[in-house]
DNA sequence: CATGCGTGGCT
DNA sequence: TAGCCAAGCAT
């Protein structure tokens, strides 16, 4: 057994009972807690990666009303399926669900797998949503070790450990199979989840109201606010973007992003980086001659969009343009002009998005 | 192992 | 305001 952190003579059956006992009397009425459809329980966990339980609600509740069965989420269209991930970010995560979800019905007949060696080749499924979906869906002894987890074991034990470290989740999850509750893995997995969400908080945990404090060696030491430990994120970089509103006939154009990269396969309006020191119209309208072959000049400032990523800042300035002259013939199959009152039938980022409310509220 | 990948809420 | 945080994964 690989490298852990519980120590020799923890008492692990009184854990599992005061963590298990507090749980039943505690856990929330989640839309994906109605029943064990494992499909179900995917699509939860995708969109709960990184994202937090009110936010979910309401995108599962809309995806599992319009896809309420694995085999309707496979028929879908891609695009289709990115308009009900709309505004969720990581946008990726929908379209490995998607494909992993036709791989399920091709390869395994439309059941979802039960062990973590089949369901971890699927797109998407790391180490902690397979654990997930097998402990939770099949009842599964399988460690899910995410944040929440990661936080309660670092609390309970003293761990000092960076957990940003992949070595150092691996320790979690070889910790959980000594902790974890055979006879009921998917309730003590939700329960250390829970108990990280309402409990065990990274401010202010509760310890005054946790049912395992007695068990724990960071409240014992008075340490809880220092864990865990996490090395520090490095700051956003800075971007200037500037993007164009073409009008011809009522219509306007926009662009299919590429299927892979930053916000891969929603849509935009035609943008590009400006570089450093040079002039923001000038570089949008040679953008537009080079990349879809439309002579075009700015008429106006239409708004700025501020938006912050993990990782970037953009800057982004709205021009409206005229155009010159075009090639019709040349306009890449990315770009589409498509009627104002269509354009919400398209999946944008939230960056985009507000150009699109721009747009609707003008033509009110 | 480090980095890229979204967004909204909270302090 | 700026920073931190949230049921991580792919490369």
């Known amino acids: 057994m690989t490298e852990h952190y519980v120590p020799k003579h923890f008492d692990i059956e009184s854990f599992q009972d005061a963590l298990l006992d507090w749980f039943e009397q505690n856990l929330r009425d989640l839309p994906w807690r109605r029943d064990k459809d494992p499909y ?8 709960l990666q990184q994202t937090q339980v009110d936010t979910v609600i309401p995108y599962f509740e809309k995806f599992i009303e319009r896809f309420p069965t694995l085999e309707s989420l496979a028929e879908a269209d891609e695009e289709e399926v990115l ?5 969720l970010g990581y946008y990726s995560r929908a379209r490995n669900l998607h494909q992993a979800v036709r791989e399920v019905k091709s390869e395994y007949g439309g059941k979802v797998p039960d062990t973590r060696e089949e369901i971890s080749r699927l797109k998407g499924v790391g180490p902690y ?3 997930a979906i097998l402990s939770i869906a099949y009842n599964r002894p399988e460690p899910a070790v995410d944040g929440n987890v990661m936080r309660v074991l670092s609390r309970l034990f003293h761990v000092r450990d960076d957990i940003q470290r992949p070595a150092t989740r691996k320790k979690f999850e070889a910790s959980i199979r000594q902790l974890i509750a055979v006879h009921n893995p998917s309730y003590f997995n939700q329960a250390l989840m829970e108990l990280g969400a309402l409990v065990c908080s990274p401010k202010s945990p509760g310890c005054l109201l946790c049912p395992v404090n007695a068990f724990c060696q960071a409240h014992q030491d008075g340490v809880q606010e220092e864990l865990p430990v996490k090395g520090k994120a490095k700051p956003p970089r800075e971007v200037d973007m500037v993007a164009g509103v073409i ?12 299927d892979s990269g930053l916000l891969a396969g929603l849509w935009e309006f035609p943008n590009t980086e400006r570089q450093k020191g040079e002039d923001w119209e000038e570089t949008l309208s ?8 439309i002579k075009a000049e700015t008429a106006g400032h239409v708004m700025d969009v501020k938006h912050t990523f993990s990782h970037l800042r953009w800057n982004l300035r709205v021009f409206q343009c005229e155009i010159i002259e075009e090639e019709e013939a040349s306009l890449p199959p990315s770009a589409r002009w498509v009627d104002l009152s269509a354009l919400d039938d398209y999946a944008f980022p939230v960056s985009h998005g507000k150009i699109v409310k ?3 509220q003008d033509g009110d």
């Open 358 to 360: 721009r747009l609707q």
């Open 129 to 131: 949503t397979a654990g």
């Open 247 to 258: 009008m011809k006939g009522g219509q306007v154009l926009i662009h299919k992003r590429p």
């Open 40 to 47: 179900k329980i995917w699509v939860s966990e995708i969109m």
């Open 83 to 87: 308009k009900l991930w709309e505004g």
């Open 286 to 293: 040679r953008f537009l001659y080079e990349s879809f072959s």
